[in-house]
Structure formats: structure tokens, C-alpha cells
């Protein structure tokens, strides 16, 4: 069974651009989170979507945006990029959509992406 | 607001020595779950071990086990019989329903032979 899986693994922006990254959960997950993850911050939660629907979002600006498609695959977009957006992208996917309450949350390898 | 501390940045052991990592959370709700995640430098996010804090009875998964201590809001993890695949950063994560994982900062664990 494949696992979660994350495209592409880097990425190099310059400052202003706009990025997608993309999250493919394992077969027959229907909930993906995203998180960020930098070495300040640590781990932070970004958004949830369940069925193609935005179940629940972090404390993170507008130019984070994210979607579900009917696959359950998911891409997360950042609009207008900052320095600080450098960070680990990490994808996670689970059956249910409550990730913790039944199932376990499996988390894909992530992205690095480094804006100069 | 749901809030997990790990106090210990770094921590190193020696092999098939036991260590012990300690995370404190702050949660309202009486209904949630911990977990134990760790991350090597593959980056990949495996699962050590979980708890559901309705359950009285400290989880265990081989070499690894938790002393969950509710009233204190304290989950540490032990790992016993250390081993140098061990050597990774160590997360503690809370969740309850309807929100998200919460992970605190990390602990870097060096396991050295």
C-alpha cells in the first residue's frame, strides 16, 4: 500500500512568487491535514479538508490557501511569498476525518521549500 | 487553547540504555487523545505510540512506554534498551475532536554506542 506522497520534495522560489504543493493520501483516506514546520515555530497547524471541504484552519494568513479534489488529493497554494515562508510543508492523511479519535494519521515526507 | 511543552530540547543515551522524555500539554477538555510521533532525518513522520486519556492503563509498544499521568497533564515517553535507529526528534502531539494536532517543539534524541 503506498503511503502518502508529496511533490515536490524541494523547491526554490524568489520572494513574491506563488508555490502549490501537492499531497496525494494513501488510497481511500478521505482527510488531509497540512502543517508547517520550521525550526522557531516548530510544527504548526495549517488547515483540514474532509470530502472537499475545509473541515478546520490555523492561525495563518490569507495568502495560505488549500483544496480537496474528489480523489481526496490535495494541494495547498501560498500566494505572494514571504522569507518566512521557508519551512518543511508536511501532508498528513487518515481515514476518518477526527485523525486521532480511530485511526492514526500517516504523514507524507514533505516539502521543503526555500524562498530567496 | 490547547497547548503542549517538551522542556528538553536535546537529550542523548548510550545504547540498550533507557531514557525518558518528558512532555507536560494543557487541554479543557476531558475527551482527547496523546502521541508519541518521531522524526528521523528522512523527515518522515512515523507514529511511536498513543494514548487515549480515558484509559487509565499507560500504553506500551515494545521498547517503547508512557507514564500518562492525567491529573498532572503529564505524558513522558520511555524507551528502553536504547538502540542507534532510535536516535531521531522525538514530538509529543494532543488532539481532540474537532481540532487538529497539536504538536510541541520537539526533542532531539542522540543515541551513541
Known amino acids: 500500500k503506498a503511503g502518502v506522497t508529496q511533490t515536490p520534495r524541494y523547491l526554490i522560489k524568489t520572494r513574491g512568487q506563488q508555490v502549490t504543493l501537492s499531497c496525494s493520501p494513501i488510497?481511500?483516506?478521505?482527510?488531509v491535514s497540512w502543517y508547517q514546520q520550521t525550526p522557531g515555530q516548530g510544527l504548526q497547524f495549517l488547515f483540514e479538508?474532509?470530502?472537499?471541504?475545509?473541515?478546520n484552519k490555523g492561525n495563518f494568513p490569507g495568502r495560505f490557501s488549500g483544496r480537496q479534489f474528489s480523489n481526496s488529493r490535495s494541494e495547498m497554494n501560498v500566494s505572494t511569498l514571504e522569507l518566512g515562508d521557508s519551512a518543511l510543508y508536511l501532508c498528513?492523511?487518515?481515514?476518518?476525518?477526527?485523525?486521532?479519535?480511530?485511526?492514526?494519521?500517516?504523514f507524507g515526507q514533505g516539502t521543503r521549500l526555500t524562498v530567496v | 487553547a490547547q497547548t503542549v511543552t517538551q522542556s528538553q530540547p536535546e537529550m542523548s543515551v548510550q545504547e540498550a540504555e533507557t531514557v525518558t522524555l518528558s512532555c507536560t500539554y494543557d487541554?479543557?477538555?476531558?475527551?482527547?487523545?496523546l502521541f508519541w510521533y518521531k522524526q528521523p532525518p528522512s523527515r518522515q513522520m512515523i507514529l511511536v505510540i498513543r494514548?487515549?486519556?480515558?484509559?487509565?492503563q499507560n500504553a506500551t509498544e515494545n521498547r517503547f512506554s508512557v507514564n500518562f499521568q492525567k491529573a498532572a497533564k503529564s505524558f513522558s515517553l520511555k524507551i528502553s534498551d536504547s538502540q542507534l535507529g532510535d536516535a531521531a526528534m522525538y514530538f509529543c502531539?494532543?488532539?481532540?475532536?474537532?481540532?487538529?494536532?497539536?504538536f510541541g517543539k520537539g526533542t532531539t534524541l542522540s543515541v551513541s554506542s
Open positions: 498528513a492523511s487518515s481515514l476518518y476525518r477526527d485523525a486521532g479519535m480511530n485511526t492514526e494519521a500517516f
Open positions: 488510497s481511500g483516506h478521505r482527510s
Open positions: 479538508y474532509f470530502s472537499e471541504t475545509q473541515r
Open positions: 487541554t479543557s477538555e476531558s475527551d482527547y487523545y
Open positions: 494514548q487515549e486519556a480515558y484509559k487509565q
Open positions: 502531539a494532543v488532539f481532540q475532536a474537532g481540532t487538529a494536532l497539536i
